[in-house]
């Protein structure tokens, strides 16, 4: 659904890109801006929007909390930001710290542009934001290789342990993927495989059409 901004008279279109965690969302979606260009594109990501402290329902038996299930996230400021931003206002955009597992003070203030990329776990997830996007796409990658690049991603950029993260994957990650995120394939408008670059160009000249290029 798209609207125009009414003081800006800008169109704003919002690409969703979903995918298990290790499935590259972030990698290919950056492919995308780099091929329309930052000075029209602006990247948001669904990890900025876990809640500062989780539910206690959502703790597995081990007493760890699972990042991996929907109600992990703040939905109720996720979806009035891509209301705003869909709209052409300003938002400030959380900072959440994944050494800490916990919102910082300070968050990003982002302006909207003519395409916002949106990537995450659940972007396809919920019905209200699944209305708002004008392309919606999910990454369908082997689960071996979302494994492996989780595993490296965890260990080198969020601080954990190989042992953590392994428990992880088998307590939370691969069995949410079962239940909550592989569905979300069938509200895709495509789906990408590993072949990342040559849906990035795909994908780019989609958007370009929308903007009338």
């Not at 592989?182 to 990035?200: H, I, L, M, W």
């Amino acid at each position: 659904m798209t609207y125009v901004c009414i003081i800006t008279g800008v169109c704003v279109f919002i690409i969703g890109i979903a995918g298990g965690s290790g499935s590259g969302k972030t990698t290919f979606a950056k492919k995308v801006q780099k091929h329309i260009g930052k000075e029209q594109s602006s990247l948001i990501s669904m990890d900025s929007y876990y809640l500062h402290t989780l539910p206690e329902n959502l703790k597995c038996t081990s007493g760890k909390p699972n990042f991996d299930h929907p109600h992990a996230f703040d939905w109720s400021l996720l979806n009035q930001h891509i209301q705003d931003l869909k709209q052409g206002k300003n938002i400030q955009v959380p900072n959440y710290d994944f050494s800490s597992s916990s919102r910082q003070i300070e968050p990003t203030d982002l302006a909207p542009k003519k395409i916002i990329l949106f990537e995450g776990i659940f972007t396809l997830f919920d019905k209200e934001i699944r209305e708002l996007l004008d392309i919606k796409c999910f990454l369908h990658v082997d689960s071996d290789i979302r494994f492996t690049r989780r595993l490296h991603r965890d260990v080198k950029e969020r601080g954990r342990s190989l042992e953590s993260v392994i428990e992880q994957y088998y307590q939370t990650v691969r069995p949410m993927y079962q239940k909550y995120l592989d569905p979300q394939k069938q509200f895709a408008d495509f789906t990408v495989g590993e072949e990342t670059d040559v849906a990035a160009e795909i994908l780019s000249a989609r958007i370009r059409e929308l903007l009338g290029e």
